[in-house]
């Protein structure tokens, strides 16, 4: 690992440090009260407790989309020099005293085309122009290709994706997995109910993506449902290029598979 | 009126002051974390100017700032539910 990417790993954990799951608790907690006391304290003419609650929550909730944004911002920091990549990773913590950043030695939008390619095992478009274009329409298009298993499109929508904006999609695609995953398993799924996705997961991702390593599927699933396993980011710019990619098709796949009854 | 009696509301409020004292106690427990990512982030990213670093640090302070006001609000809470369960 080069001193760029463990100057990288270290950012990242500690963006991965920030608090948000004890924030997420607290605002569970103070919603739940909130409503307990809205009934309770219904006649009582002091309306002002449940405002301060509400007051409570509004600002907890403030503190969570700050966590969000440093995450982004971290994200930026690392592109701008030249590091690029998601917003996990899984090495460990090392010492405060990280090297200073220093400049990439192939900063620029390549690395991401290069890994596309590789990805898609096709070496055309390497040098494709980036087309401007949003996170959310970027998501949206790549889920329509992915649902019509057309592979042109999608490698062509990869290809000419801004690095920076591209890099963001499990931002997008982790919620969805994480809801739709619940809703077709009829509960959150179990790393064992993952596993036992994969080969569906598998077949389709590869008919996009030929080249993705075999555990990108399922520990893309894993994350969004809160699993622990392997991450991405820690490996560089590759794993957060194979991390970004397989997104879309998830959501793809999990959206056709018909929704279960929940279990109890 | 509805049925309610004086003692299910004292227990009413009772059990949602509980509530509020547990998610009081996890963002106390985010406020230590936070400073701590908050002095990581200072050490690791010290001399840089870029707008990221400065923009994630002001956040990171933001972020401090909201979860003071959240304890502030839900210690104004306890108070008012308190006293009002008293008079009861």
Known sequence: ?264 | MSGISVEQLRSSIAAALELVREGESAVTAAGEKLSAARAALAAATQGSNHQTVTGSQAALAHAEQTLDETLAATQAATEQAETYAATL
């Open chain 1, 1 to 264: 690992m080069t001193d760029v990417q463990t100057y990288a790993a270290h950012l990242r954990n500690i963006v991965d440090s920030l608090p948000e799951a004890e924030a997420r608790r607290g605002l569970d907690r103070l919603r739940k009260a909130q409503s307990a006391l809205t009934v309770a304290l219904r006649e009582s003419h002091r309306p002002e407790v449940v405002k301060d609650l509400g007051r409570a929550c509004e600002s907890l909730e403030t503190a969570i989309r700050q966590f969000a944004a440093v995450g982004t911002a971290v994200d930026d920091y690392l592109l701008a020099i030249g590091v690029g990549g998601a917003s996990t990773s899984a090495v460990p913590l090392p010492a405060a005293d990280a090297p200073a950043p220093v400049a990439a030695t192939e900063p620029g939008p390549n690395w991401w085309r290069r890994r596309v390619c590789e990805l898609t095992d096709d070496a055309s478009g390497a040098d494709a122009k980036s087309d401007p274009v949003g996170i959310t329409d970027l998501f949206t298009r790549l889920v329509d290709a992915a649902r019509r298993d057309d592979r042109t499109t999608y490698r062509r929508l990869l290809l000419t994706a801004p690095p920076e904006v591209a890099v963001r999609l499990p931002g997008l695609a982790l919620p969805m997995i994480r809801n739709l995953a619940s809703d077709r398993h009829g509960g959150l799924p179990t790393q064992r109910d993952v596993d036992r996705l994969r080969s569906t997961l598998d077949t389709r991702a590869r008919r996009l993506l030929p080249r993705l390593p075999d555990h990108v599927t399922v520990d893309q699933v894993n994350a969004a449902c809160g699993h622990a396993g392997r991450k991405a980011g820690g490996a560089g710019d590759t794993a957060a290029v194979d991390f970004a990619a397989i997104g879309p098709i998830l959501v793809a796949v999990l959206h056709a598979i018909p929704p279960r009854p929940k279990s109890s």
